[in-house]
């Protein structure tokens, strides 16, 4: 499968824990993007990546959140100190350059307990 | 500021009737606006966009830039059509969805 992948598709923690989402992107692909989805709701934006760097953050994206995209391959979410509302659907998708179609992976879906 | 609304949750119709899906845009520059469907169980993809200017499933969507609009229309609605759709801003600015339902 050449697509976007995401690991791991299911995540349950204990609310205060860490926890790392790994993204695997279309390997030409230049922009890596990352949303949060809740149940009935569309894509939330949280921040995207032009190779390796890091160029737009949505004020959704706490301090809690951070994300790396190492050497403009992979990359990785992390969430730090988790709390109920975390729970969620966190997709990953990749596109070639800007304003081109955006490819998705399955999620990986969080739930705090 | 970018965005993008779709008023409508959840849109129901009978199989054969005529579709359209509403969506809205805000954008300061030149905009450019996708059409993504997500069926059952299966990642979200790419339905069209608006710079090919092409029909896939029967599905036609025109860029109204007097209107900031993009709305999505199907003369024929078939019961396999029944999914969640997305309309984004860019490739990656996404509304918030409309469910569409075909009844038999």
């Known amino acids: 499968d050449t697509g976007v992948s995401q690991d791991p598709r299911h995540k349950i923690t204990k609310r205060g824990q860490n926890v790392t989402f790994r993204c695997d992107p279309i390997?030409?692909?230049?922009?890596l993007y990352w949303y949060r989805q809740t149940l009935g709701q569309g894509p939330e934006f949280l921040t995207y990546?032009?190779?390796?760097?890091?160029?737009?953050k949505s004020r959704l994206l706490s301090d809690r959140f951070s994300a790396e995209r190492p050497k403009g391959s992979f990359s990785t979410l992390e969430i730090q100190r988790t709390e109920q509302g975390d729970s969620a659907m966190y997709l990953c998708?990749?596109?070639?350059?800007?304003?081109?179609?955006?490819?998705f992976g399955q999620g990986t879906r969080l739930t705090v307990v | 500021a970018q965005r993008v609304t779709q008023p409508e949750k959840l849109l129901s119709v009978f199989k054969g009737a005529p579709v359209e899906l509403k969506c809205n845009y805000s954008?300061?520059?030149?905009?450019?606006l996708f059409w993504y469907v997500q069926y059952s169980r299966q990642r979200l993809q790419l339905l069209l966009r608006?710079?090919s200017r092409e029909s896939i499933k029967g599905f036609t969507a025109d860029l109204n830039k007097g209107e900031t609009s993009f709305h999505l229309k199907k003369p024929f609605a078939q019961e396999e059509d029944s999914a969640m759709y997305y309309c984004?801003?860019?490739?990656?600015?996404f509304g918030p969805g409309t469910r569409l339902s075909v009844l038999p």
């Open positions: 998708a990749s596109s070639l350059y800007e304003r081109t179609e955006a490819f």
């Open positions: 390997s030409e692909h230049n922009r």
């Open positions: 990546f032009q190779n390796e760097a890091q160029l737009e």
């Open positions: 954008y300061s520059g030149s905009p450019e």
């Open positions: 608006h710079i």
């Open positions: 984004a801003l860019l490739g990656f600015v």
